[in-house]
């Protein structure tokens, strides 16, 4: 049938002509984003996941402040995303701004790459200490920015750009979708194991001009591989500012806050479809919460007599009720700022931890502390699949829902194990610090008598809660964004990152601050074998645990989004 031909969310080629259903999009063109993905995110992982130690050797910074420039550079990372997802959504679409920030961000790693290896760039190193100039550690800091900045255009957008390949309005396609967020991240994953064990090793080993070149290889790799899938993608057209939409609801409401909200009165398009006024988007339905907003879709007797509709002055249904649902995901977007500030300790305490340990594999062969991450990255490799594969049917068949679990009941586990990890590092922390006082090794360079490798249950246990909240939220702030927003709704989740490691760094700063006065040295010196570090992981549990009883409120009270051409899935 004809009509059948064509997908009916909206979707066109590069040319604007409509989606051919059986020739673009689905799986087929997924390969291509996955692709992109898994070596943008090793070239990423390539840098950050060892960052801690460059700083610490090379640019000679302590190690409060070496941590807290990682997790400063982490949180810019996603905090970028905001720009680039405005840029999508309302001017160029998602194909070109990953396209051009492809760009900035090959730029950036290739001037990093020349910071570690060209004379005069490079910091010159004398007997074990390296002496960084201004200008050398500015460079750094400037190829580093670079990069964030061309993270800014790829990380929102390209999840939502698999997502787009799929036609909500089909039944198999959608459930497809949901499978897509889970192989997303399995991608991701596979690019931060090679980077956390292969990139870690050659840094270590074979120096940080090979270490940071090979990343930006990578990322070559995945330009090619994002434009050769370039025929069959769909692509969702840019609806206009989401900015000035909000804004225009705002301004609505101010203007006619004296009047009533009559569900009689309410504006919308009367075009006899589904589709709202708003490119590329479906109309969402009236709801009752936050109805102090509906003033502004209420059609006053001056509006009908005063020709077309202002948007200034009276909007649609569909306009107040996007502003509604991004107001309705805010809470949840919050709870996930300490859970990102408990997986941000991968790169900064765990290393740091694991610095003191014995890291011998055998008589010959050391792995360096940053390389442990990969047993994360293992956790989420094995667990996706059995995700996918086994729990989603399984609980599928207790519960009666299609994924199994609800995004909310998702990510709210994750939030539970993430828990355990923070109770695990503190665990260990207090055995070190047993070993060290039995064996009186409180030098700088003491390394303690026990196995790094005691450290992979808290890699583990993160890799775990990664599975369910950081995948629950992709798929979470997808489905439940209007469809004009949704690469803004992407930056939006990855911004708990950011914040989570802002929050890191403010927790450290703060910390640090208290437990040195009078002249201690403070849970965090420079000389762990000295510190406390156990009092920090201690600290994040409980914060974790109050941010968990907090998301339980949230997610009861939360109302999922509702469109006009489908029924809400209910909490």
Known sequence: MEEDKYTNDGTTDLKGNPSIRKKTGNWKACPYILANECCERLAYYGLSTNLVN????????????????????????????????????????????????????????????????????????????CHPTEPQTATV????????????????????????????????????KSSFFNWF????NIGALIASSVLVWIQTNVGWGWGFGIPAVCMAIAVVSFFLGTPIYRNQKPGGSPITR???????????????????????????????????????????????????????????????????????????????????????????????????QMSTMFVLQGNTLDAHMGPHFEIPAASLSIFDTLSVIVLVPLYDRILVPVVSRITGRERGFT???????????????????????IIRLKIIKRDNLYGPKDIIPMSI?????????????????????????????????????????????????YLSTFLVTVVTDITTKNGKLGWIPDNLNRGHLDYFFWLLAILSLLNFFVYLLIANWYTYKKTVDSESEKN
């Open 453 to 501: 490798f005691w450290q992979v249950p808290q890699y583990f246990i993160i890799g775990w809660s990664e599975i369910f909240t950081f995948v629950g939220q992709l798929e979470f702030f997808y489905d439940q964004a209007p469809d004009g927003m949704r690469s803004m709704c992407s930056a939006l989740s990855l911004t708990t990152v950011a914040l989570g490691n």
């Open 185 to 188: 991240y399995f991608s991701i």
């Open 246 to 344: 909000i804004a225009q609801v705002l301004v609505a409401g101010v203007r006619k806050w004296k009047v009533k909200v009559d569900e009689e009165r309410l504006f919308e398009v009367e075009d006899g479809e589904a589709g709202s006024v708003i490119e590329g988007s479906r109309k969402l339905e009236h709801t009752d919460k936050f109805r102090f907003l509906d003033k502004a879709c209420v059609e006053t007797q001056e509006d009908k007599t005063a020709g077309p509709a202002n948007p200034w002055r009276l909007c649609t249904v569909t306009q107040v009720e996007e502003l509604k649902s991004i107001v309705r995901i805010l809470p949840i977007w919050a709870s996930g700022i300490v859970f990102a500030t408990v997986y941000s």
């Open 54 to 129: 460059y700083m610490k050797n090379k640019l000679n910074q302590g190690n409060t402040t070496a941590a807290n420039n990682v997790t400063n550079w982490g949180g810019t990372c996603y905090i970028t995303p905001l720009l680039g997802a405005f840029l999508a959504d309302a001017y160029f679409g998602r194909f070109w701004t990953i396209a051009c920030f492809m760009f900035i961000y090959i730029f950036g790693l290739v001037l990093l790459t020349m910071s570690a290896s060209v004379p005069g760039l490079k910091p010159a190193c004398t007997s074990g200490t």
């Open 141 to 176: 800091f400037v190829a580093l920015y670079l990069i964030a900045l061309g993270t800014g255009g790829i990380k929102p957008c390209v999840s939502s750009f698999g997502a787009d390949q799929f036609d909500e309005t089909d039944p198999v396609e959608k459930k497809r």
């Open 407 to 429: 995004q909310l009941t998702r990510m709210g586990i994750g939030l539970v194990i993430s828990i355990f990890s923070m109770l695990t590092a503190g665990l260990l922390e």
